[in-house]
């Protein structure tokens, strides 16, 4: 509830603290005294939207305080500053926070209700919020709500990646025959590079094979170097001579000159293969030239393309992994988007039979018995709404609630926002405010001058309904009825004076009977009648036992 309703510096109100009970809280005052005021007070504490004319003349800065306390009795004290330069700052028991976590914290605490809010019951999502809110389908709302954005921008989604792999299967195709060619290649540069070095070399030895033939026949072969060598090496050794230098030099030669003609030999080896292995290495320097002309006439850009084409085709696998995926998940989230629609639909349909029941009852309270009241649940539109199961389902649901209503006998109930007049939806309003306060969770519930329009036997049961309400709930009512200001468990009397050129509202507290007697007076129009009237008016109310009914 709210226990305490600090104000300083906000419009006409310079220094104010008001205290609030449990039960029927009731603030009465002229028209112009300021009590508007303390309902922006209230809802910049809640978080609402700052704005810096309500600061009082003169000032640099205005603040409200309110003291919240929980069913469990944790108190919150919310102090909301706003600053002349535009900026506000927002505390929660201190400490510094930001507006959209205090609204988090405190929202749940207050349920305002005024004559600008009743405008907002001619929304159609208004009046879904409320059939929810009534049969406790919130959850449940919010469950479909998001479940059906999902299985949206899934759907979407899917549509999408269609048309992309649609749009790209020629050049995928294109892209793996390409990349197939460079695969079957298999390049790289040290490759190429070792097979330009070898075909050179081939080519180098097959041209001098005859040179070689002839060193090879000129050193090893019949009356070759080798056989005179060792001719002149066996002379030398029989002569008698002292020539152990001269023949190992000769020994040193003939294992040179074999060395060299092995090498020949070998050399004339690898010619009789060049034909055939100069065509395998120009077989394949062919197809690299092949390939690279296809990707840009190097290797540098060969290489490069490879990399950009196994790139492509991964991305095009990955569209059509995801949309493997995604044909998996829609089906699943369908089938709970199904599910949570149908359980939602009749939640709301059980609901809004005994909405109906409810609102028709309070109509009958506040002086409309003959008004009827429906709740029709329409077909969600074709154009936001899918098709799952036979089942019509779009983001609200598979039924768009709306109120229908009529105020006379006979007459056949039509849309809420087409026959209902202003005081007439003035009351519907109120109506299921007083309907909904059953089931709503907020601990205060405060009424802005609900009471327009309304007068005579109709006042004295909506005092009675406000009454009712109030038995288990904190009720804040500005109204100017004196049925309804007669019946307070704490009376509040805004006034205003001028103190040094400047309008100031004061915020009294009528606690005893004399004064609590001269404000109802003027309600009713002031004189001795007036006065008389007042003093029956409380005597009456005070003598009502726990349960609200009267005493004779």
Same mark, same amino acid.
């Given at each position: 509830?709210?226990?305490?309703?600090?104000?300083?510096?906000?419009?006409? $109100?310079?220094?104010?603290?008001?205290?609030?009970?449990?039960?029927?809280?009731?603030?009465?005052?002229?028209?112009?005294?300021?009590? =508007?005021?303390?309902?922006?007070?209230?809802?910049?504490?809640?978080?609402?939207?700052?704005?810096? %004319?309500? $600061?009082?003349?003169?000032?640099?800065?205005?603040?409200?305080? /309110?003291?919240?306390?929980?069913? *469990?009795?944790?108190?919150?004290?919310?102090?909301?500053?706003?600053?002349?330069?535009?900026? =506000?700052?927002?505390?929660?028991?201190?400490?510094?926070?930001?507006?959209?976590?205090?609204?988090?914290?405190? #929202?749940?605490?207050?349920?305002?209700?005024?004559?600008?809010?009743?405008?907002?019951?001619?929304?159609?999502?208004?009046?879904?919020?409320?059939?929810?809110?009534?049969?406790?389908? &919130?959850?449940?709302?919010?469950?479909? +709500?998001? !479940?059906?954005?999902?299985?949206?921008?899934?759907?979407?989604?899917?549509?999408?990646?269609?048309?992309?792999?649609?749009?790209?299967?020629?050049?995928?195709?294109?892209?793996?025959?390409?990349?197939?060619? $460079?695969?079957?290649?298999?390049?790289?540069?040290?490759?190429?590079?070792?097979?330009?070095?070898?075909?050179?070399?081939?080519?180098? @030895?097959?041209?001098?094979?005859?040179?070689?033939?002839?060193?090879?026949?000129?050193?090893?072969?019949?009356?070759?170097?080798?056989?005179?060598?060792?001719?002149?090496?066996?002379?030398?050794?029989? +002569?008698?001579?002292?020539?152990?230098?001269?023949?190992?030099?000769?020994?040193? /030669?003939?294992? #040179?000159?074999?060395?060299?003609?092995?090498?020949?030999?070998?050399?004339?080896?690898?010619?009789?293969? &060049?034909?055939?292995?100069?065509? *395998?290495?120009?077989?394949?320097?062919?197809?690299?030239?092949?390939?690279? !002309?296809?990707?840009?006439?190097?290797?540098?850009?060969?290489? =490069?393309?490879?990399?950009?084409?196994?790139?492509?085709?991964?991305?095009?696998?990955?569209?059509?992994?995801?949309?493997?995926?995604?044909?998996?998940?829609?089906?699943?989230?369908?089938? +709970?988007?199904?599910? %949570?629609?149908?359980?939602?639909?009749?939640?709301?349909?059980?609901?809004? *039979?005994?909405? *109906?029941?409810?609102?028709?009852?309070?109509?009958?309270?506040?002086?409309?018995?003959?008004?009827?009241?429906?709740?029709?649940?329409?077909?969600?539109?074709?154009?936001? +709404?899918?098709?799952?199961?036979?089942?019509?389902?779009?983001?609200?649901?598979?039924?768009?609630?709306?109120?229908?209503?009529?105020?006379?006998? !006979?007459?056949?109930?039509?849309?809420?926002?087409?026959? &209902?007049?202003g005081g007439e939806m003035s009351r519907v309003s109120l109506v299921l405010k007083l309907a909904l306060a059953s089931i709503t969770q907020a601990p205060t519930m405060v009424f802005d001058e609900?009471?327009?329009?309304?007068?005579?036997?109709?006042?004295?049961?909506?005092?009675?309904?406000?009454?009712?309400?109030?038995?288990?709930?904190?009720?804040? @009512?500005?109204?100017?009825?004196?049925?309804?200001?007669?019946?307070?468990?704490?009376?509040? /009397?805004?006034?205003?004076?001028?103190?040094?050129?400047?309008?100031?509202?004061?915020?009294?507290?009528?606690?005893?009977?004399?004064?609590?007697?001269?404000?109802?007076?003027?309600?009713?129009?002031?004189?001795?009648? /007036?006065?008389?009237?007042?003093?029956?008016?409380?005597?009456?109310?005070? @003598?009502?036992?726990?349960?609200?009914?009267?005493?004779?």
């Open positions: 509830m709210l226990a305490s309703l600090t104000l300083r510096n906000l419009a006409t $109100i310079s220094d104010t603290s008001i205290e609030f009970e449990h039960g029927l809280n009731i603030l009465t005052g002229e028209t112009g005294a300021g009590k =508007s005021i303390l309902i922006d007070g209230i809802l910049l504490a809640l978080g609402e939207r700052a704005d810096t %004319t309500l $600061i009082r003349p003169g000032s640099n800065a205005a603040s409200v305080e /309110a003291m919240f306390v929980s069913e *469990e009795g944790a108190e919150f004290l919310v102090r909301r500053e706003v600053r002349s330069q535009g900026r =506000s700052r927002y505390f929660i028991n201190d400490e510094l926070t930001t507006l959209e976590d205090g609204r988090n914290l405190i #929202a749940g605490f207050v349920d305002l209700h005024s004559q600008s809010s009743t405008p907002a019951l001619l929304r159609r999502h208004v009046q879904r919020a409320a059939i929810d809110e009534f049969s406790g389908s &919130a959850d449940l709302a919010c469950k479909l +709500s998001i !479940g059906f954005g999902e299985y949206s921008s899934l759907l979407t989604r899917s549509d999408e990646l269609r048309a992309q792999l649609s749009a790209v299967a020629d050049k995928r195709d294109i892209a793996q025959h390409e990349l197939s060619l $460079i695969d079957k290649l298999d390049p790289s540069s040290e490759d190429y590079n070792s097979l330009m070095f070898e075909r050179r070399e081939l080519e180098a @030895v097959r041209n001098g094979a005859e040179i070689l033939g002839k060193i090879s026949e000129g050193i090893s072969g019949d009356d070759g170097i080798l056989d005179s060598l060792g001719a002149f090496r066996h002379s030398l050794a029989n +002569s008698g001579i002292e020539t152990k230098d001269a023949l190992e030099l000769i020994e040193q /030669a003939e294992i #040179a000159l074999t060395e060299a003609s092995s090498e020949c030999e070998s050399m004339l080896s690898r010619i009789d293969n &060049a034909p055939w292995r100069i065509q *395998e290495i120009d077989d394949r320097l062919d197809a690299y030239s092949s390939v690279m !002309g296809r990707c840009g006439g190097t290797m540098e850009h060969l290489l =490069s393309r490879r990399s950009q084409l196994n790139s492509e085709l991964q991305r095009y696998d990955l569209l059509e992994r995801e949309d493997e995926q995604l044909q998996k998940t829609i089906p699943s989230l369908a089938d +709970s988007l199904h599910y %949570t629609a149908v359980a939602l639909s009749e939640s709301r349909k059980k609901g809004a *039979e005994e909405l *109906e029941r409810s609102v028709q009852n309070e109509l009958r309270l506040l002086g409309m018995p003959d008004a009827a009241f429906l709740v029709r649940m329409n077909n969600p539109p074709e154009n936001r +709404s899918f098709i799952i199961d036979d089942l019509s389902i779009c983001s609200e649901g598979c039924e768009m609630p709306e109120f229908f209503f009529s105020a006379n006998p !006979g007459m056949k109930p039509g849309p809420l926002s087409s026959v &209902a007049s609900i009471d327009s329009g309304i007068g005579g036997e109709t006042a004295n049961l909506l005092a009675d309904s406000l009454g009712r309400v109030s038995r288990t709930r904190q009720v804040i @009512v500005i109204t100017h009825l004196p049925q309804i200001a007669s019946k307070p468990c704490r009376h509040l /009397a805004v006034s205003k004076e001028i103190v040094s050129g400047l309008p100031v509202t004061r915020v009294d507290v009528l606690s005893d009977r004399g004064r609590r007697i001269e404000e109802l007076a003027r309600l009713l129009g002031g004189g001795g009648a /007036a006065m008389e009237h007042a003093g029956k008016m409380i005597d009456t109310d005070s @003598v009502q036992d726990e349960s609200g009914e009267e005493q004779p």
